[in-house]
Every structure is written in structure tokens, then in C-alpha cells.
């Protein structure tokens, strides 16, 4: 029997070198939030905890 699987998703980046007012995590991509993926794959890799850690930094 193998350990349970457990999966932190890194989120981070506000997109201002996107030129774009939209986190880096929520742009596009194949018509999809780039967060999608990664996030879709541990669920299908039946994770038993799935943690997303989103990171902003404050506007200076």
C-alpha cells in the first residue's frame, strides 16, 4: 500500500509583464485558467489533500 498523495499548487504572479490587469494564474490558456492544470492533474491523480497557494504581491 502506497502513502496517501498530497499536492500544494504554487499560484503566483499578478501579470503585469502580460500586460494584463488579470493574475498569472487566471490568464488563458487552451481557453482554460492556467491554475486549471495543474490543479485538474492531482485531482485526477486522486490526491488526498490539494492545497493552492495564491501569491499576490501589494502594488508599490
Not at 491554475?35 to 485538474?40: H, K
Amino acid at each position: 500500500m502506497s502513502a496517501p498523495l498530497a499536492a500544494v499548487v504554487l499560484c503566483a504572479g499578478k501579470g503585469t509583464r502580460m500586460k494584463s490587469e488579470t493574475a498569472k494564474v487566471l490568464q488563458p490558456l487552451l481557453g482554460r485558467p492556467m491554475a486549471w492544470y495543474p490543479l485538474r492533474l492531482a485531482l485526477e491523480l486522486e490526491a488526498q489533500s490539494v492545497v493552492r497557494w495564491w501569491v499576490t504581491r501589494p502594488s508599490r
